[in-house]
């Protein structure tokens, strides 16, 4: 089996190609995974007048060649909801409210599915740059 050069230098032009394109693949895919956490945390968010659940909001940043997706939310009793709290009258703990949990059940099930994201993705560009 032969082959000729010109073969191999096309190759390294895609390899070069999907070089670059992995950092907008990666940009995309956190993207994705952000506003896909974004409408996960939402539903699992109790609602009693709605401003905990509307004020979910993400951030992407890139730290060299990783990208991090912050998700937070600015309502003051936002963490008690998330992590649970006691319930203090006069001075005495009465009880207590457990946590929703919904950012990190989001996190976790977020964690399952980046990866198959990402990998989707990969393949998705790999075909168009070979032409397969």
């Known amino acids: 089996m032969a082959f000729e050069f010109d073969e191999v230098k096309q190759l390294a032009e895609k390899m070069k190609e999907l070089t670059i394109a992995s950092g907008k693949i990666h940009k995309k895919v956190a993207e994705r995974v952000a506003q896909l956490?974004?409408?996960?945390?939402?539903?699992?968010?109790?609602?009693?007048?709605?401003?905990?659940?509307?004020?979910?909001?993400?951030?992407?940043?890139?730290?060299?060649?990783?990208?991090?997706?912050?998700?937070?939310?600015?309502?003051?009793y936002a963490l008690f909801v998330e992590k649970g709290h006691r319930i203090v009258i006069a001075g005495r703990t009465v009880g207590?409210?457990?946590?929703?949990?919904?950012?990190?059940?989001?996190?976790?099930?977020?964690?399952?599915?980046?990866?198959?994201?990402?990998?989707?993705?990969?393949?998705?560009?790999?075909?168009?740059?070979?032409?397969?």
């Open 37 to 76: 956490a974004i409408r996960k945390v939402k539903m699992l968010t109790p609602v009693d007048t709605g401003d905990l659940r509307n004020n979910w909001k993400y951030h992407i940043l890139k730290q060299g060649d990783t990208y991090k997706i912050v998700i937070y939310n600015n309502v003051e």
């Open 96 to 132: 207590f409210v457990d946590g929703q949990f919904m950012l990190e059940l989001t996190e976790q099930e977020m964690e399952r599915l980046a990866p198959r994201m990402w990998e989707r993705e990969v393949e998705k560009e790999w075909r168009r740059i070979l032409g397969e």
